[in-house]
């Protein structure tokens, strides 16, 4: 399984993004059973969760994201989604998908950088 994020850049506060993780290597059953997650790690904070899919369809969030950020998934892309709306300069951060399956292994991408100007 590998995980690739994009859709970062500089974006207004107020304004939206929309972030995507596409997993590869992976046959469409696998992906259905992925739990998948967005996290977020600021300069000089630790990584923390933004937002989680369970392979279940249930969701999860930050409470600093409720009602702002909203994650997805499209199965036939293998793809979830992660829609940024209203977005502070506190959101700036490089955000990173993974992915764990049911025997518990994880699997990290790379990070996509979301820069916020106030």
């Known amino acids: ?3 690739q994020a994009s859709g ?3 974006v207004q506060a107020g304004g939206s993004l929309r972030l995507s993780c596409k997993v590869s290597r992976s046959i469409l059953s696998t992906f259905i059973g992925l739990d998948i997650d ?4 600021a300069p000089g904070k630790e990584r923390e969760l933004v937002a989680g899919s369970t392979s279940g ?3 999860v969030y930050a409470d600093s994201v ?3 950020f909203t994650i997805s998934r499209d199965n036939n892309k293998k793809t979830v989604y992660l829609q940024m709306n209203n977005v502070e300069p506190e959101d700036t951060a490089v955000y990173y998908c993974t992915a764990r399956s049911p025997s518990g292994a994880e699997f990290w991408g790379q990070g996509t950088l979301v820069t916020v100007s106030s």
């Open 8 to 10: 970062g850049g500089l």
């Open 38 to 41: 967005w996290h977020r790690q």
């Open 57 to 59: 369809r249930r969701t």
């Open 66 to 68: 409720k009602g702002r």
């Open 1 to 3: 399984v590998q995980l």
